[in-house]
């Protein structure tokens, strides 16, 4: 004959049986105001616990919010959050999008020899050193999607929209469809700032300005990628998510085609601030 205490147990497994109260502390908290129609037992234990009488201790585990379940994961699987998948995904996708090497096609296309088979860069200042002005505008576009791709498909949070536009930049700079080479990805952030914080797009383009107007764009591009993170910080996670979408960029100049850092600290400073090996007053490597 099976004891009283493990006949209630066996009762609530089943759904045919009261439900003891330390089954309340898997459902969340009581909602009496929430629904008069309840029956007398489901105003004593809540809304979520009425259900848990009528399905058994095992409808607990359908119930999908609780309040101890951890952050980021589900009830019923332990399965990380959907979110997740979506940003892990937006990375990847931006990734591929992003290394699409748009100027050599656009180069290429128009009949003109491929930009990178000199030893230069496949960049838009090369395209329209080549091709001129429509072949650089259509490039550039495509080169702005690409940018706003990455935070459009990610959504979310501001960190994570960055963190996708950083997937797409680093696939521009380090494109495996051109020998892991690539151009600067100036063009990509303006478009992810677009995307998702237009102040980006904003202290970039001014300093790109400012830049020509100077003939320094190196520098002027330089100072507008400095101000990106401080043009952010108002909003939350803003200066993270402006770092972490001029890092690849920076990381690009330093390091150049060849991959390798130069050895002389002139040239490393020369790189990250002019964006070539020499100042412009004529001092070399």
């Known amino acids: 004959m099976i004891a009283a205490p493990r006949l209630r147990v066996l009762e609530v497994v089943l759904g045919c049986g009261p439900v003891p109260w330390p089954a309340t502390a898997l459902v969340g908290r009581d909602r009496r105001a929430a629904d008069p129609a309840r029956t007398p037992g489901e105003h004593a234990v809540g809304a979520p616990v009425g259900v848990l009488a009528r399905g058994g201790a095992l409808g607990a585990l359908s119930v999908r919010s609780s309040p101890i379940a951890p952050p980021g994961r589900t009830e019923r699987s332990g399965a990380p959050d959907r979110s997740l998948w979506r940003l892990a995904a937006a990375c990847t996708s931006a990734y591929l999008v992003g290394s699409i090497p748009v100027a050599s096609l656009v180069a290429r296309a128009r009949g003109g020899a491929d930009l990178g ?169």
């Open 117 to 285: 088979a000199d030893g230069g860069t496949v960049s838009g200042s090369a395209l329209y050193a080549r091709e001129g002005f429509g072949a650089l505008a259509l490039a550039g576009c495509a080169e702005l999607a690409k940018g706003a791709y990455g935070p459009l498909a990610a959504g979310g949070g501001l960190a994570g929209r960055a963190l996708a536009a950083a997937a797409a930049i680093v696939g521009h700079n380090w494109s495996p469809w051109l020998g892991f080479s690539g151009g600067r990805g100036v063009s990509l952030v303006l478009g992810a700032g677009a995307a998702c914080a237009p102040e980006v797009t904003a202290v970039v383009g001014l300093g790109l300005g400012m830049g020509r107007l100077v003939r320094q764009s190196g520098l002027g591009t330089f100072v507008g990628l400095a101000a990106v993170p401080l043009a952010c910080a108002w909003r939350r996670q803003g200066a993270l998510a402006g770092a972490l979408m001029i890092a690849p960029v920076l990381a690009k100049r330093l390091v150049g085609n060849d991959g390798a850092l130069p050895r002389h600290p002139a040239v490393l400073i020369a790189r990250l601030l002019a964006d070539r090996d020499e100042w412009p007053c004529g001092r070399a490597r």
